[in-house]
């Protein structure tokens, strides 16, 4: 059984500061990992994921995550956030391989201030 | 293009009614998931069809929740004898692989409120 969990439920930040949000999984076997953001009274949207190779992947909107296999972790960072980025997100997890059924964790409230 | 969209998005449903719950995927794609999201938490995997075979249904919660797919795209959750704990945002997202490294792509979801 696979699960995700999201260390923090909620992130106040000031615009144009740094974030962090962090993720750890376990898993019993090989995992694909995600980040989606979920905007208020919106579906959820990929924001990047990682299968393989460099452990530092890029997404949309400027952020990126690194792939941690020793301590099982995928933290979401951005080097500046903007009011914009005021979103939850979602951290999730599939089996590798298999057809992408998603484990998600309880996600974590962004809220960037001005 | 189109996304994927689900109707109605928000329903009432007193105690003990039927509901049934749609959700229209991308065009061609082949995956289609329905995950239940509860308040404050992250969504649940409820059940999975690669075109029109139902291959995982290990997260319906009781046999009073029912999906179904009869012509590989358009799905249909139904959810009998709703309870109160059934309220929730149930969420679809169609995925054009049948590979899980493939994104989904998510619906707006449905929100059901039991009273």
């Known amino acids: 059984a696979q699960s995700v969990t999201q260390l923090d439920s909620q992130v106040p930040v000031f615009e144009e500061a740094p974030v962090e949000l962090r993720c750890n999984y376990s898993?019993?076997?090989?995992?694909?990992l995600f980040w989606y953001v979920q905007y208020p009274n919106q579906g959820l949207q990929l924001l990047l994921k990682?299968?393989?190779?460099?452990?530092l992947v890029k997404g949309i909107n400027g952020f990126e995550a690194e792939f941690n296999k020793s301590q099982t972790s995928f933290h979401l960072r951005k080097p500046s956030v903007h009011i914009s980025d005021t979103a939850e997100y979602f951290c999730a997890v599939s089996d590798t391989p298999g057809y992408g059924k998603l484990t998600f964790g309880q996600g974590t409230i962004l809220t960037v201030h001005p | 293009g189109a996304g994927v969209s689900q109707s109605p998005r928000y329903k009432v449903a007193k105690r003990g009614q039927d509901v049934a719950l749609r959700c229209d995927p991308i065009s061609g794609h082949v995956s289609l998931f329905w995950y239940q999201q509860a308040l404050g938490q992250g969504p649940e995997f409820l059940t999975y069809?690669?075109?029109?075979?139902?291959?995982?249904k290990s997260g319906l919660p009781s046999d009073r929740f029912f999906a179904e797919r009869p012509e590989g795209s358009v799905s249909t959750l139904k959810i009998q004898r709703t309870q109160q704990e059934d309220s929730a945002v149930y969420l679809c997202?169609?995925?054009?692989?049948?590979?899980?490294?493939?994104?989904?792509?998510f619906g707006p979801g449905t929100r059901l409120t039991v009273t």
């Open positions: 898993s019993s076997v090989s995992v694909y």
């Open positions: 997202a169609s995925s054009s692989s049948r590979a899980g490294a493939r994104e989904q792509y």
């Open positions: 069809f690669q075109n029109e075979a139902q291959l995982d």
């Open positions: 990682y299968l393989s190779g460099s452990t």
